[in-house]
């Protein structure tokens, strides 16, 4: 099973500031199956990146996800009050889906 | 446009089963697979399992084999998941995703649905 790591675990940022996240695979995972997600308290998660640097229907520009191999980046160009939330990342290999534990971006 | 409708919360007893449903809306659900993943709570998301509802086949995660059933009902587009021998760590929000066959992702998910397993 591939295992995701995520950091930090928390950020502390100001709006109008960038948050870089990163997702750290324990393996080598296909780029095509590696997405982010953003999740607000009481909600559902809702899908930002599907293979590694594609955004959902509907998620703005300023996030972008780069990344190969074992490391991956969620970049929030500039937060917007409404960004501050959870993001996780997920993969999928041998039949298994995965998640990170998470990166909670929170205000300064 | 599509949805996921999700059962109502639970209180179960530990040792007791349990049983959630999702039902689909807004596209063809044989077309899909169908995941259940589950947040306790605080916690992250956890990945249990994945139903095929044209055929009904499933991959369980090992966590969760032996324990969990999935099964899908194509004439209602429902699929379900009973979880069996509850205890107080199958405390959670469980919620039933859509995944693209093409980049393995969930794009639609339920609401989730609140389990507090207590005695």
């Known amino acids: 099973e591939i295992v995701l790591t995520q950091s930090p675990g928390t950020l502390s940022l100001s709006p109008g500031e960038r948050a870089t996240l990163s997702c750290r695979a324990s393996?080598?995972?296909?780029?095509?199956?590696l997405a982010w997600y953003q999740q607000k308290p009481g909600q559902a998660p809702r899908l930002l990146i599907y293979?590694?640097?594609s955004r959902a229907t509907g998620i703005p520009d300023r996030f972008s996800g780069s990344g190969s191999g074992t490391d991956f980046t969620l970049t929030i160009s500039r937060l917007e009050p409404e960004d501050f939330a959870v993001y996780y990342c997920?993969?999928?290999?041998?039949?298994?889906?995965?998640f990170g534990q998470g990166t909670k971006v929170e205000i300064k | 446009q599509v949805q996921l409708v999700q059962s109502g919360a639970e209180v179960k007893k530990p040792g007791a089963s349990l049983t959630v449903s999702c039902k689909a809306s807004g596209f063809t659900v044989t077309n899909y697979y169908m995941h259940w993943v589950r947040q306790a709570p605080g916690q992250g998301l956890e990945w249990m399992g994945i139903?095929?509802?044209?055929?009904?086949?499933?991959t369980y995660a090992q966590k969760f084999q032996g324990r969990v059933t999935m099964t899908s009902d194509t004439s209602t587009t429902t699929v379900y998941m009973e979880v069996s021998s509850l205890t107080s760590e199958d405390t959670a929000v469980y919620y039933c995703a859509r995944g693209l066959r093409s980049t393995k992702s969930f794009d639609y998910w339920g609401q989730g649905t609140l389990v507090t397993v207590s005695s």
């Open positions: 393996q080598s995972v296909t780029t095509t199956y």
């Open positions: 139903i095929n509802p044209s055929g009904g086949s499933t």
């Open positions: 997920q993969q999928y290999g041998s039949s298994l889906w995965t």
């Open positions: 293979a590694a640097s």
